[in-house]
């Protein structure tokens, strides 16, 4: 079963960073873009971060300079780099991507989701 799997979510102060990993697993020929989704409560989810296969990045203009993505293709993981957290940055952080299953057509999968929440 192909599967995306978050982790690294957690409490942290404003100011403070933390890193988020996604792996994933199965029978996976081909990995594509790599996503960072977020929602806050009571708001839509929202693209924060995507790398493409070749490593080429986006941001969304409220985290630029803050935070990072990264991918190893070979480990089949995403990860993301959050530094100077602010208590808006405060949400559910989900994994995202495009992957090639073996004996199937491309599709996209979401990962269940990591609480971060930024607070004194």
């Known amino acids: 079963q192909v599967q995306l799997v978050e982790s690294g979510g957690g409490l942290v102060q404003p100011g403070g960073s933390l890193r988020l990993s996604c792996a994933a697993s199965?029978?996976?020929?081909?990995?594509?873009?790599m996503r960072w989704y977020r929602q806050a409560p009571g708001k839509q989810r929202e693209l924060v971060a995507s790398?493409?296969?070749?490593?080429?990045?986006n941001y969304a203009d409220s985290v630029k300079g803050r935070f990072t993505i990264s991918r190893d293709n070979a480990k089949k993981t995403v990860d993301l780099q959050m530094n100077s957290l602010k208590p808006e940055d405060t949400a559910v952080y989900y994994c995202?991507?495009?992957?090639?299953?073996?004996?199937?057509?491309?599709?996209?999968?979401w990962g269940q989701g990591t609480q971060v929440t930024v607070s004194s």
């Open positions: 995202n991507a495009d992957m090639l299953p073996v004996l199937r057509l491309v599709e996209n999968y």
């Open positions: 199965g029978s996976i020929l081909v990995i594509y873009d």
């Open positions: 790398i493409t296969i070749g490593g080429s990045t």
